[in-house]
């Protein structure tokens, strides 16, 4: 046969041929439909579609992998007043070191009179300690803003105050109580 006559033959037969696949489920209504008769046939089993339930597991392994991969290489990072220059490390080593010796002395020179301002003032410093976690994650972010370095030294020297106050009143308190008891006759 010469390929022209097959080419006029398809080009005469154009639009009535059947060239769409049967559905999926084809097969099985057609033995439906076969049992609806009388007749006996034995369906197949059915084929489990394995490829959805995967495809989706799949995907879900993959964001999460994609998730924690994220979170790994970029953590929230955060810099102190050492990262800015040599001379804002000895800012922050100057206080650090200050507030440190406050301390001591303040756990030192307390008493059962003064716990409830001892509690007070650590409750305080806790607080500005949280201030100052969130002004480290400001300073990676605002590229090291002046303003918020000035905020960084501002909060450590609070807190110097802050207990230099507490360590005046507790040596009031104890001055005021050894005096109180010089004055007492026995």
Same mark, same amino acid.
């Given at each position: 046969? #010469? !390929?022209?006559?097959?080419?006029?033959?398809?080009? /005469? $037969?154009?639009?009535?041929?059947?060239?769409?696949?049967?559905?999926?489920?084809?097969?099985? /209504?057609?033995?439906?439909?076969?049992?609806?008769?009388?007749?006996?046939?034995?369906?197949?089993?059915?084929?489990?579609?394995?490829? /959805?339930?995967?495809?989706?597991?799949?995907?879900?392994?993959?964001?999460?992998?994609?998730?924690?991969?994220?979170?790994?290489?970029?953590?929230?990072?955060?810099?102190?007043?050492?990262?800015?220059?040599?001379?804002?490390?000895?800012?922050?080593?100057?206080?650090?070191?200050?507030?440190?010796?406050?301390?001591?002395?303040?756990?030192?020179?307390?008493?059962?009179?003064?716990?409830?301002?001892?509690?007070?003032?650590?409750?305080?410093?806790?607080?500005?300690? !949280?201030?100052?976690?969130?002004?480290?994650?400001?300073?990676?972010?605002?590229?090291?803003?002046? /303003?918020?370095?000035?905020? $960084?030294?501002?909060?450590?020297?609070?807190?110097?105050?802050?207990?230099?106050?507490?360590?005046?009143?507790? #040596?009031?308190?104890? #001055?005021?109580?050894?005096?109180?008891?010089? #004055?007492?006759?026995?």
């Amino acid at each position: 046969m #010469n !390929t022209d006559s097959i080419k006029k033959l398809f080009d /005469r $037969m154009n639009g009535q041929l059947d060239t769409h696949e049967p559905s999926v489920d084809h097969q099985v /209504r057609f033995l439906e439909k076969l049992q609806q008769q009388h007749k006996i046939v034995q369906l197949p089993p059915k084929k489990q579609n394995w490829y /959805r339930p995967l495809a989706i597991a799949t995907s879900v392994a993959i964001l999460f992998g994609i998730a924690t991969t994220a979170m790994f290489l970029n953590p929230e990072k955060e810099a102190d007043l050492a990262s800015v220059s040599p001379q804002m490390q000895e800012t922050q080593s100057f206080f650090t070191s200050a507030i440190e010796s406050q301390l001591e002395e303040i756990n030192k020179i307390s008493s059962q009179e003064t716990k409830a301002l001892v509690k007070d003032a650590m409750l305080q410093i806790e607080k500005l300690e !949280t201030d100052y976690e969130y002004l480290k994650k400001d300073l990676v972010s605002s590229g090291n803003d002046k /303003r918020v370095i000035s905020a $960084m030294i501002k909060n450590f020297q609070k807190r110097a105050n802050l207990l230099e106050k507490v360590l005046q009143k507790i #040596n009031d308190i104890n #001055n005021f109580k050894l005096s109180k008891n010089e #004055n007492s006759i026995l």
